[in-house]
């Protein structure tokens, strides 16, 4: 499924994030920068240890990464050529910020992308497994974020959503239907 903002091509597709051809994929990190299971996990094991490597060397130069901020490796053995590594919040509730800082993720990541001259970007669902985000509301919050970023800014030819399930695909299709209508 497409949608198109401004120059920018939106894609949702069903699939593994670690498998994708974008420029620069997404990691749903935690703060510690050191890995861990899920999408994080598994960008670690497909990309190989030259991403523990930087990330290490960014936890050692700035400590940690708080959620809501963003962080860029190299992709190593990935197709992609770039890791943004993205700290989403934890759910707790609704009421601790964690739209605010869910769209902060979003948002940092895009802008680390454009610093870089990065054309493509693919996302995975941010906080929506151990962190446990309702993804429906996760799913709107996204949309509506990246929306905004790419009415401002021009330079992204592809923004890609890739889900796990067929559910989180069908749930992210309806929050671009309804961000975009
Ligand atoms: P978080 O800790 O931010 O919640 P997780 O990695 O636990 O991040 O989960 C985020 C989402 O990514 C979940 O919907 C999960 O099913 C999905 N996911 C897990 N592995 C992959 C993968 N290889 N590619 C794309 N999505 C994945």
Redesign the pocket.
């Known amino acids: 499924m497409n949608f198109k903002v401004n120059n920018t091509v939106i894609t949702l597709v069903q699939?593994?994030?670690?498998?994708q051809d974008a420029e620069a994929i997404v990691n749903?990190?935690?703060s510690t920068l050191l890995g861990?299971?899920?999408?994080?996990?598994?960008?670690h094991r497909?990309g190989g240890p030259q991403i523990l490597e930087e990330c290490k060397k960014i936890r050692a130069a700035q400590g940690g990464c708080p959620a809501g901020e963003a962080v860029i490796t190299a992709g190593g053995k990935l197709k992609a050529r770039y890791v943004i590594h993205t700290?989403?919040p934890?759910w707790s509730g609704g009421g601790s910020s964690e739209d605010e800082l869910l769209a902060d993720a979003y948002r940092n990541s895009l802008s680390l992308a454009v610093e870089r001259g990065i054309k493509s970007v693919a996302f995975?669902?941010?906080?929506?497994?151990?962190?446990?985000?309702p993804?429906a509301r996760a799913a709107r919050v996204a949309a509506a974020t990246v929306k905004s970023f790419l009415e401002r800014t021009a330079s992204l030819e592809e923004v890609r959503f890739?889900?796990?399930?067929e559910k989180?695909y069908n749930i992210y299709r309806i929050a671009w239907e309804e961000t975009t209508r």
């Open positions: 699939g593994d994030i670690t498998r749903a990190a935690n861990g299971g899920g999408v994080d996990g598994a960008i497909a700290v989403g934890i995975p669902s941010i906080s929506t497994g151990a962190y446990r985000f993804t890739v889900l796990f399930s989180d």
